[in-house]
């Protein structure tokens, strides 16, 4: 089974500029959750998506949103970039039922730099 | 390569009572970041705390604390006055230098009322 597919690898975006992420989950999974890994700060929750519909949101500015599509591909939209959006987003799917304790199978990520 | 084991797959406490978690990684690398994560059941990875490894004093986040010992290569997570919320799944995550992130297994924790 493929794994989980991030794409671009890399992005070199300006301020202001927006930018979109995809991922593609592996097969048969569902949900799709999206995440900003920042050096030494770990893992930050974007957003999770399941069946075409965002189930949970974390702290982030409304710049930062998502979609998922009917075969369960989702992307990831910032708009007006900031420097500090310069990170790597890492996006990770699962089955996605409740304590289905399926684990979650992260992609290699996008690193994003903001100039 | 850098490896992060938690040997306990699964533990139950009463509510209330005060819980550790054990996690022991390797690592050659002498700078470098730990965390501990909760998954709840809606599946997000959660940060509980994080540790830097140059700085010697355990981080504590309100309920949360973290026993680290760096020679031992130990990081295991303490959980005060527990609370049927905190009913999850517990991963220990080791970051380098280059931002790679590894994940252990898992300690799925049940706190009972």
């Known amino acids: 089974k493929a794994g989980v597919t991030q794409t671009p690898r890399y992005l070199i975006k300006t301020r202001g500029q927006q930018v979109t992420l995809s991922c593609s989950p592996i097969s048969g999974h569902r949900s799709v959750s999206w995440y900003q890994q920042t050096p030494g700060q770990g893992l930050q929750f974007l957003f999770e998506y399941f069946s075409e519909t965002q189930r949970n949101k974390g702290n982030f500015p409304g710049r930062f949103s998502g979609r998922q599509f009917s075969n369960s591909r989702s992307e990831m939209n910032v708009s007006t970039l900031e420097l500090g959006d310069s990170a790597l987003y890492l996006c990770?799917?699962?089955?996605?039922?409740?304590?289905?304790?399926?684990?979650?199978?992260f992609g290699n990520g996008t690193r994003l730099t903001v100039t | 390569a850098q490896t992060v084991t938690q040997s306990q797959p699964e533990m139950s406490v009463q509510e209330a009572e005060t819980v550790t978690l054990s996690c022991t990684y390797d690592t050659s690398e002498n700078n470098y970041y730990l965390f501990w994560y909760k998954q709840p059941p809606s599946r997000q990875m959660i940060l509980v705390i994080r540790q830097e490894a140059y700085k010697q004093q355990n981080a504590t986040e309100n309920r949360f604390s973290v026993n680290f010992q760096k020679a031992a290569k130990s990081f295991s997570l303490k959980i005060s006055d527990s609370q049927l919320g905190d009913t999850a799944m517990y991963f220990c995550a080791f970051m380098n230098r280059d931002d790679k992130i590894i994940f252990g297994k898992g300690t799925r924790l049940h706190i009972l009322p």
């Open positions: 990770a799917s699962s089955l996605g039922t409740y304590n289905d304790n399926s684990p979650l199978h």
